[in-house]
């Protein structure tokens, strides 16, 4: 963690804390905040899910990491040990069950994800229901591999997996999955980027879609995207949870932005 990642951490415990619900008008985010966030009910799904983690976490092999830069240039490679990259780089436990959560909660069968990574977060959105569609992209294929093998472990063989850059393979993706319930921005963490790929995905919403936003207080950068994504007209409620942010566009709710601790 770097310090300007300790500050913001530090200013976010020390606000006034609406987790609970207290504080909320809205019906529908009253739910989410008192209820949705407090619910502890162990899916079986997240034992295995878990158990992959674990299975990763303990390897010793080394992958060779291929990082797309601006406009999907390849940076240069480096060798890394896979369980270092679970360890340090997948979505933590209650932030993956928490994605897991709102799939069931909202009936999301259509997923999007950018920054498939080693497949954790992916299995979490993808595994409530294994007869929609997810769509990962994923810009090194040796990462690829290992999430890959975790799909055909846990037997989520409608999960599309595929391998490029953001900016080559978005605008297919959102062709053939038109109308996304969850869309999952991760693996770039650049404000232009976010930006971008956030306006792409926008013509493709429909009233009940969700978008959720990893590192939100990654970089300065990375906040000055979030903080421009829940200003945006199209954007009706906002959650900051510190290490995600999560987006509604109802057109029912009004406008209203919400840090809750979590």
Not at 141 to 150: D, F, I, Q, R
Not at 160 to 165: C, E, T
Request: hydrophobic share 35%; aromatic share 12%; with cysteine.
């Amino acid at each position: 963690m770097n310090l300007f990642q300790a500050k913001r951490y530090l200013g976010y415990y020390l606000r006034p804390n609406h987790w609970r619900g207290y504080g909320i008008q809205s019906p529908f985010a009253f739910d989410f905040a008192g209820n949705l966030l407090r619910e502890k009910h162990p899916y079986y799904d997240f034992a295995k899910i878990e158990a992959w983690r674990a299975a990763l976490k303990r390897s010793k092999e080394t992958i060779e990491i291929l990082d797309l830069g601006a406009g999907g240039q390849k940076q240069p490679r480096r060798k890394r040990r896979l369980s270092s990259i679970v360890s340090r780089g997948a979505t933590p436990p209650k932030y993956g069950q928490l994605m897991y959560r709102i799939a069931c909660r909202f009936g999301a069968s259509n997923i999007l994800e950018l920054g498939t990574s080693c497949g954790i977060s992916t299995l979490y959105l993808a595994m409530p229901y294994k007869k929609g569609k997810t769509i990962t992209i994923e810009g090194c294929p040796e990462t690829a591999k290992v999430a890959k093998a975790g799909f055909d472990r846990l037997g989520a063989d409608h999960i599309d997996l595929r391998v490029g850059s953001f900016d080559e393979l978005l605008p297919q993706a959102l062709k053939d999955l038109p109308r996304p319930d969850i869309v999952f921005f991760d693996g770039d963490h650049r404000e232009e980027s976010t930006m971008r790929y956030f306006e792409q995905c926008l013509p493709y919403i429909h009233n009940e879609s969700i978008f959720v936003f990893d590192d939100i207080h990654w970089s300065p950068e990375m906040e000055r995207a979030w903080n421009n994504i829940t200003k945006h007209p199209k954007v009706k409620l906002s959650f900051d949870l510190m290490r995600i942010g999560i987006v509604f566009f109802r057109r029912e709710n009004q406008k209203e932005h919400f840090v809750l601790r979590y």
